[in-house]
């Protein structure tokens, strides 16, 4: 559940749900929702005793951790080390269950984990970027170049990551 009504701040302006998602600390609490083993992830957002909705939570994926504000800058560092944690978890759970679509769509976003953190949060995710074809097959687990399993494609993958390597060998 989100609390988010709308309210006067001590100093002078209104909170709301726009405000609380703009948060960093907030971010990463929709983004440890995102990434439980639970398949719904959907949220709940309060906004006053008549206001309720339920959203998907995919914010995260336009709304990084990183690019969240911020009262104490430190924290961005902090929680750049528990996302890259939670990532790891998360690929790993999928990876040994053979999630292998799920799998394929997290590795595809992971790059908007990266948004706003420091450079080397890269190093900490298992990101496979080789410019190889067979190498980049192998590591998302697809049997050929146009493998498609429930529409995620090699091509949303290496897209997702940013891999242009790939993306032109295609």
């Not at 890269?122 to 190889?132: A, E, F, G, R, V």
């Not at 146009?146 to 949303?156: A, F, M, N, Q, R």
Request: hydrophobic letters at 40%; aromatic letters at 10%.
């Amino acid at each position: 559940f989100v609390l988010a009504p709308v309210v006067l701040h001590e100093e002078g302006h209104l909170t709301d749900y726009n405000s609380w998602k703009s948060r960093g600390w907030c971010r990463f609490e929709r983004l440890a929702r995102a990434l439980t083993p639970a398949t719904d992830t959907s949220v709940f957002v309060i906004k006053d005793d008549t206001t309720l909705w339920l959203t998907t939570g995919l914010q995260w994926i336009t709304e990084s951790v990183g690019c969240g504000s911020f009262t104490v800058e430190s924290d961005r560092g902090v929680l750049a080390g528990r996302v890259a944690d939670m990532f790891q978890k998360k690929v790993r759970q999928l990876s040994a269950s053979g999630s292998w679509d799920e799998y394929r769509r997290w590795m595809g976003a992971s790059v908007s984990l990266c948004r706003g953190f420091p450079s080397d949060l890269t190093d900490m995710l298992p990101i496979k970027n080789s410019c190889q074809v067979d190498e980049f097959l192998a590591a998302h687990h697809f049997s050929c170049a146009t493998d498609t399993p429930h529409g995620t494609s090699t091509l949303h993958v290496a897209a997702g990551l940013g891999n242009v390597g790939v993306i032109e060998a295609l």
